[in-house]
């Protein structure tokens, strides 16, 4: 079975809106080693901003910056146009800005609707202020299927979803508490086909619904299947910076496996002379 994802006939225009959040030149060292160097780009409003780059290619470094863990060392980082410091994830979050990571801080045996809520929770008006499960089970539900995911039991543990609904469920919580800007950071590694197809789909409701959705993978398919706009590291340095027009998958995948390198690896693993 193949995932697709319909993509909209016409793309997201953002010709001359002001970017949610952009990136000049920014640059980041760890003492003396330079993990990114002069990267530019821009996240919009209902566009899918892929980030691509193989293992050290300085994906996660750039996420933090964006997410407020550490501060770059060159360059700026604006938010709706204005230059910005942020000093912790918290005053990201307050921008919205939520960054949703791989292995998802989620406790296993809690229901799905605790997880939901998990720091922020729902307690009822008066003495001894309980928690009100109840609208907490109700507002996850109907949450979950605002984003047309259908889980008929918001009661089941979270560690019993796959790992493509568990996914869905962590995006669907950061919408909820404020989010403008969705950071994904490789949500389809670990997941199978259809399941990946699963995130992929929601990835582009979120785009629909007008968020600004960064999503970092190793997988120029699924970028490319979900992606308007395309950015590649190598190396801590911006090799690409192109939108869905400027580029085809075989590209893309030629550009991401390092293109010449790949070929002449396939000649020597063939055992091909010259
Ligand atoms: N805290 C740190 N101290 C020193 N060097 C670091 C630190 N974090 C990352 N680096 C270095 O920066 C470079 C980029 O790392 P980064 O983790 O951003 O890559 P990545 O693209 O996320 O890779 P992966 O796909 O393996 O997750 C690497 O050379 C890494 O060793
Ligand atoms: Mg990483």
């Given at each position: 079975?193949?995932?697709?994802?319909?993509r909209p006939?016409?793309?997201?225009?953002?010709?001359?809106?002001?970017?949610?959040?952009?990136?000049?030149?920014?640059?980041?060292?760890?003492?003396?080693?330079?993990?990114?160097?002069?990267?530019?780009?821009?996240?919009?409003?209902?566009?899918?901003?892929?980030?691509?780059g193989?293992?050290?290619?300085?994906?996660?470094?750039?996420?933090?910056i964006?997410?407020?863990?550490?501060?770059?060392?060159d360059?700026?980082l604006?938010v709706?146009?204005?230059?910005?410091?942020?000093?912790?994830?918290?005053?990201?979050?307050?921008?919205g800005?939520?960054?949703?990571?791989?292995?998802?801080?989620?406790?296993?045996?809690?229901?799905?609707?605790?997880?939901?809520?998990?720091?922020q929770?729902?307690?009822q008006?008066?003495?001894p202020?309980?928690?009100?499960?109840?609208?907490?089970?109700?507002?996850?539900?109907s949450?979950?299927?605002?984003?047309?995911?259908?889980?008929?039991?918001?009661?089941?543990?979270?560690?019993?979803?796959?790992?493509?609904?568990?996914?869905?469920?962590?995006?669907?919580r950061?919408v909820?508490?404020?989010?403008?800007?969705?950071?994904?950071?490789?949500?389809?590694?670990a997941?199978?086909?259809?399941?990946?197809?699963?995130?992929?789909?929601?990835?582009?409701?979120?785009?629909?619904?007008?968020?600004?959705?960064?999503?970092?993978?190793?997988?120029p398919?699924h970028?490319?299947?979900v992606?308007?706009?395309?950015?590649l590291l190598?190396?801590?340095?911006?090799?690409?910076?192109?939108?869905?027009?400027?580029?085809?998958?075989?590209?893309?995948?030629?550009?991401?496996?390092?293109?010449?390198?790949?070929?002449?690896?396939?000649?020597?693993?063939?055992?091909?002379?010259?």
């Amino acid at each position: 079975m193949t995932a697709t994802v319909d993509r909209p006939v016409e793309e997201a225009p953002s010709g001359g809106k002001v970017p949610l959040v952009e990136l000049k030149n920014v640059g980041k060292s760890y003492g003396n080693i330079t993990a990114l160097k002069d990267i530019s780009l821009r996240v919009h409003a209902g566009e899918v901003t892929g980030i691509l780059g193989d293992n050290g290619a300085g994906k996660s470094t750039l996420i933090k910056i964006i997410a407020g863990y550490h501060p770059q060392t060159d360059g700026e980082l604006l938010v709706d146009g204005e230059p910005i410091k942020f000093t912790s994830p918290k005053d990201a979050l307050g921008k919205g800005i939520a960054t949703v990571y791989q292995n998802l801080a989620v406790v296993p045996l809690m229901p799905v609707w605790r997880n939901f809520f998990l720091g922020q929770e729902i307690r009822q008006t008066r003495f001894p202020w309980a928690l009100d499960a109840n609208a907490m089970r109700a507002t996850t539900l109907s949450e979950l299927s605002k984003m047309g995911i259908d889980l008929p039991d918001v009661d089941v543990p979270i560690g019993s979803l796959s790992g493509g609904q568990k996914q869905c469920v962590a995006i669907a919580r950061a919408v909820f508490f404020g989010a403008r800007v969705l950071i994904l950071d490789e949500p389809t590694a670990a997941l199978g086909v259809k399941q990946s197809g699963v995130v992929l789909k929601y990835i582009t409701a979120a785009k629909e619904a007008g968020f600004g959705v960064v999503f970092i993978t190793h997988n120029p398919h699924h970028a490319h299947m979900v992606g308007d706009h395309f950015v590649l590291l190598n190396r801590g340095k911006q090799k690409l910076d192109c939108t869905y027009d400027d580029i085809t998958l075989e590209h893309l995948t030629q550009e991401m496996a390092g293109g010449d390198e790949l070929e002449a690896l396939s000649h020597e693993l063939r055992g091909d002379k010259g």
